[in-house]
């Protein structure tokens, strides 16, 4: 059974810098797209970054380019969210999740069939 758990959230300041994890049990990341979401209060879940099996490309939202980075650890089995200049409209719950979708990556949430339960980040000005 899949489980993956994130880590790193908290409260930061505005221009401040987070990174955060998720680590995966019963699942190889390696094999899979990883992407991260986030849901801020009163709105829909959204895509942020993601990430196809080989590593080899990465997609970002538009509010997020330049700013925010997502990495693996094969040999920790962990994904990782580097989050700089972060903003107050950053703020949300953050949840990585994993796909079986071959040969690229996905924004769709659809695609996703594995969740964490999410780590939240209050960004304030």
């Known amino acids: 059974q899949v489980q993956l758990v994130e880590s790193g959230g908290g409260l930061m300041q505005a221009g401040g810098s987070l990174r955060l994890s998720c680590a995966a049990s019963g699942r190889t990341l390696s094999s899979y797209v990883m992407g991260w979401f986030r849901r801020a209060p009163g709105k829909e879940r959204e895509f942020v970054a993601a990430m196809n099996w080989a590593g080899s490309t990465t997609g970002y939202a538009d509010s997020v380019k330049g700013r925010f980075s997502i990495s693996r650890d094969n040999a920790k089995n962990t994904v990782y969210l580097q989050m700089n200049s972060l903003k107050p409209e950053d703020t949300a719950v953050y949840y990585c999740?994993?796909?079986?979708?071959?040969?690229?990556?996905?924004?769709?949430?659809?695609?996703?069939?594995?969740w964490g339960q999410g780590t939240r980040v209050t960004v304030s000005s």
């Open positions: 999740a994993t796909s079986r979708l071959y040969g690229g990556w996905s924004r769709d949430t659809g695609t996703y069939d594995a």
